[in-house]
């Protein structure tokens, strides 16, 4: 593999480390994602990857080391916070859209008060992208009135609308109905052949073989392995990593 | 017959045609007594007392009253004057509850802790000893002669004297209905479906529609100005006694300190609650978005809580609706007061009663009503998935 110049970075996270009191969550995490690069990270629960990604966004706060979003350095300063947020969309496993506003409202919401983009602009971004994740006719109904794979493409397309450079995927399907998991994969799949920089955290193993440029398997808080799929599905170097694949493809 | 009896509807029908008739039974048997033991000491039953003159005079009262007016009328006044002190103390308390309950679910520490002693103290303390306390602190303050002085207010013993507009009451009126009109209107215009359009605009037709009302609260407040008169009644000290402006007297003020401060302790909660509701899920969201904290804050954490506490705050407004009957101990006549006073001097104690019960009723039942429609208009469409 290259090694990807400053310009071509789009996170770097180097010797982070996160405790929630006394309990040290994430241990000395060394991350780069070049543009467009598609990562996903993998583990049993409890193993901090969500915490990891969460860390890249800010929503939860790392302890030590460093983490670079798009050549922003993430610390305690509210404008890098902000900058980095308006470039970093995230999906959440349970959608978390706003119950209280339409599918369009959610969608425009963001661009309108971030980008302080015009009404008119925002909703035909909202309409694009609403089409793009393939239900447009859903624009005025309220996300309580959708299927979950249908919220969670909404949630998908609110992301969008924002434009932002990174995508962050925390566990998209692990709500979903088996049913609904192959509706929202397709949408990230298109994303992902379309140059979206990606870092998903998920269990979905065809995914990861399709898509990924490189699959992080983390337990206890540490990357244990990092490899292209076609290497860390046939020959892992970890034992822990060889247990967890064979639970997890195992039947 | 036994296999007729055997059968679950003739059952259910029968039951309740047995209740029902139970019900009746015991409604006529008490009437009747109570009829008998009437007519045995000699009281007329009815309700033709209501328009005989009372024969005594109101300490606090809206509308013009006098000793020579029926009791229909008292009673009105009566209904209005327990509507003032509750909308006041309603309002109030829906303020002091909002500060506590965000002071308790705040980030600071300190906010925190205070709201939580707030709440402590004033919810565990009973109402009559809070309505007592106000009252014997209002009455403490020093007499007319050494008044506090400021902003044209005189605080005394007797009562806060406020500058009061030298306005005729119909204009008032008419300016009071303009204000009222000025909160109403934004959110009946938020709600209606000719407007649900963009945001944006949705947000300026709201912003000129409070302004013009408010507008017009000016212009009504100019047209009806009484001739040759500044335009402020501000009070004064002449002689011993106290002249112009208006009087709250220290049985309102004590009351509505009361129940904006007992209330307060009790609507905290409810708000704490409420915000304890919003899913962490969708403030996350908001935040990844790059929304603002106040963004995130009036958009979302807020419109979310709200409809939480909605329910329980309805069943808190009917409450503290109920506790200016608390007026009685301080001698401010509200509803309950005017119907004791009624009692003693008609002895017509059923009716009064009757009367009484029913007005409440009538009250409450508007303000659950009320309510319902807002929790109505306002739920969350759909299936909600707790994240």
């Known amino acids: 593999m290259t090694v990807p110049t400053t310009q071509e970075i789009a996170v770097r996270v180097e010797g982070m480390s996160k405790y929630y009191g006394t309990f040290h969550a994430l241990r000395d995490i060394n991350l780069t994602v070049a543009r467009g690069e598609k990562i996903v990270v993998c583990g049993p629960s409890g193993s901090g990857k969500s915490t990891m990604i969460r860390c890249i966004n800010r929503l939860e706060e790392h302890n030590a080391g460093s983490i670079m979003v798009l050549g922003t350095e993430l610390n305690d300063d509210v404008g890098n916070i902000d900058e980095i947020r308006r470039e970093v969309g995230m999906v959440f496993q349970h959608f978390n859209l706003f119950p209280h506003m339409t599918v369009l409202e959610n969608c425009v919401l963001a661009p309108m008060l971030v980008r302080k983009m015009p009404r008119a602009e925002a909703e035909a971004t909202a309409r694009r992208y609403l089409e793009k994740v393939r239900i447009p006719e859903q624009a005025s109904k309220y996300p309580g009135q959708l299927s979950g794979g249908q919220q969670q493409r909404v949630a998908i397309a609110r992301s969008l609308c924002m434009q932002p450079q990174i995508m962050l995927f925390d566990e998209p399907t692990s709500a979903l109905d088996p049913e609904m998991i192959s509706e929202v994969l397709d949408v990230m799949v298109t994303l992902a052949s379309e140059g979206m920089t990606m870092i998903c955290v998920t269990h979905e193993m065809g995914f990861a073989r399709r898509v990924a440029d490189r699959v992080i398997f983390m337990d206890a808080g540490e990357i244990v392995e990092e490899a292209p799929p076609e290497i860390f599905f046939t020959s892992a170097k970890s034992e822990r990593t060889q247990l967890f694949l064979s639970q997890v493809l195992g039947h | ?387």
């Not at chain 2, 109920?322 to 509803?335: E, N, P, R, S």
């Open chain 2, 1 to 387: 017959m036994f296999k007729l009896l055997r059968n679950q509807k003739v059952r259910n029908a029968l039951l309740q045609a047995l209740y029902v008739g139970a019900l009746g039974a015991l409604v006529i048997a008490g009437t009747l007594i109570a009829r008998q033991n009437l007519a045995a000491q000699g009281i007329t039953s009815g309700f033709d007392f209501l328009f005989k003159s009372t024969g005594w005079d109101l300490g606090f009262s809206l509308l013009p009253a006098s000793a020579n007016d029926p009791y229909w009328w008292y009673f009105i006044i009566g209904i209005l004057n327990t509507l003032f002190l509750g909308s006041f103390g309603l309002a109030l308390a829906t303020l002091v509850g909002m500060i506590v309950g965000l002071a308790q679910t705040s980030a600071n520490d300190l906010a925190k802790l205070l709201g939580r002693t707030y709440v402590d103290v004033f919810r565990n303390i009973p109402l009559i000893l809070q309505v007592f306390f106000w009252y014997a602190l209002i009455t403490h303050l020093p007499p007319p002669r050494s008044a506090h002085e400021g902003w044209g207010m005189l605080l005394t013993s007797r009562g806060l004297y406020l500058p009061a507009p030298n306005v005729g009451g119909l204009a008032l009126l008419a300016a009071s209905l303009a204000v009222v009109a000025a909160i109403v209107l934004p959110i009946w215009l938020g709600r209606t479906s000719l407007l649900s359009r963009p945001l944006g605009q949705r947000f300026s037709v709201q912003l000129a529609a409070v302004a013009a009302a408010l507008v017009c609260a000016v212009l009504f407040l100019f047209a009806g100005r009484l001739p040759d008169s500044p335009l402020l009644d501000l009070p004064s000290l002449q002689g011993l006694n106290l002249r112009g402006g208006l009087r709250i007297p220290p049985e309102f003020s004590a009351l509505v300190v009361a129940i904006a401060i007992y209330g307060g302790s009790y609507i905290g909660e409810i708000v704490r609650g409420g915000f304890k509701a919003v899913g962490k899920g969708q403030v996350e969201a908001a935040s990844s978005l790059g929304l603002t904290p106040w963004q995130v804050f009036t958009l979302v954490r807020l419109p979310l809580a709200l409809r939480a506490m909605l329910p329980i705050l309805a069943n808190q407004y009917v409450w503290l609706m109920k506790a200016t009957t608390m007026g009685i101990a301080v001698g401010f006549t509200d509803f309950f007061m005017i119907t004791a006073l009624t009692i003693n001097h008609s002895g017509q104690t059923l009716e009064a009663i009757g009367i009484l019960m029913a007005g409440f009723l009538a009250i409450n039942l508007s303000l659950a009503a009320l309510f319902n429609r807002i929790n109505k208009a306002i739920a969350l469409k759909g299936n909600q998935l707790r994240g």
